[in-house]
């Protein structure tokens, strides 16, 4: 089956860098996505890797290894705005993408 | 990038009624996609529309309960029939095209069944 997992919640504080962790196990690869969401609201894109290494788009960094199946997230200079869910997917074989559950960050003073 | 208009945004409805939630985006895309998210959830996928033809639903999900129709490659509806208060919940579109770097959302529609 498919499989993608990341954790559920993380706690990190204003101002701190935090990384948070997806891997997946999917029929087929064709590229990873980040998206932001905010309670209530429509998640929006932050991300998009198809090639192994590091992008890096202003305070956002995501970073893929096709080979581990595995992909982080890398918050740098927390604001209390980025209090958000994160979400992790990825588009299989049949372009669908398979979403993780999301990791709820929590940013504390 | 593509911009795309859902509606409504919010409802409250009646048990054994239906709902139909539109879907306009404003470019022509491959792939147009219908999510349901519980509250602090992640998305579900209910269907992949596909433009003429019917759409392609995930298990868990069939047509008579939620008919899609999708007549051009830039709209789409969805609709929730019969409802009970187990269809409360936020439904999502989406657009893609095929080798796209990103997935495009509407505002959600918020659905609430009493």
């Known amino acids: 089956g498919q499989n993608i997992d990341q954790p559920t919640e993380m706690t990190a504080t204003e101002g701190a860098i935090v990384q948070i962790n997806c891997t997946y196990q999917t029929s087929g690869f064709n590229g990873l996505f980040w998206y932001q969401q905010h309670a209530g609201e429509a998640p929006t894109f932050l991300s998009y890797n198809v090639l192994d290494g590091l992008e890096e788009k202003g305070r956002f960094s995501s970073f893929l290894s096709r080979s581990k199946g595995y992909s982080y997230l890398l918050l740098k200079e927390l604001q209390m705005k980025d209090s958000a869910s994160y979400l992790c997917?990825?588009?299989?074989?049949?372009?669908?993408?398979?979403w993780g559950a999301g990791t709820k960050l929590i940013i504390k003073p | 990038s593509a911009v795309i208009s859902q509606k409504p945004s919010r409802d409250i409805c009646q048990r054994g009624t239906s709902l139909t939630i539109q879907c306009q985006v404003d470019?022509?895309?491959?792939?147009m996609f219908w999510y349901r998210q519980q509250p602090g959830q992640s998305l579900t996928l209910i269907a992949t529309?596909?433009?003429?033809?019917?759409?392609?639903?995930e298990s868990g999900f069939v047509i008579d309960k939620f008919p899609i129709s999708r007549p051009n490659l830039t709209f789409s509806t969805l609709t929730v029939s019969n409802m009970s208060p187990e269809d409360s919940s936020i439904y999502l579109c989406?657009?893609?095209?095929?080798?796209?770097?990103?997935?495009?959302f509407g505002q959600g529609t918020r659905l609430t069944v009493v």
């Open positions: 997917a990825v588009k299989d074989s049949n372009y669908q993408l398979i």
């Open positions: 989406s657009a893609a095209d095929r080798e796209g770097t990103e997935a495009f």
């Open positions: 470019s022509q895309v491959t792939m």
């Open positions: 529309a596909n433009q003429g033809s019917e759409a392609t639903y």
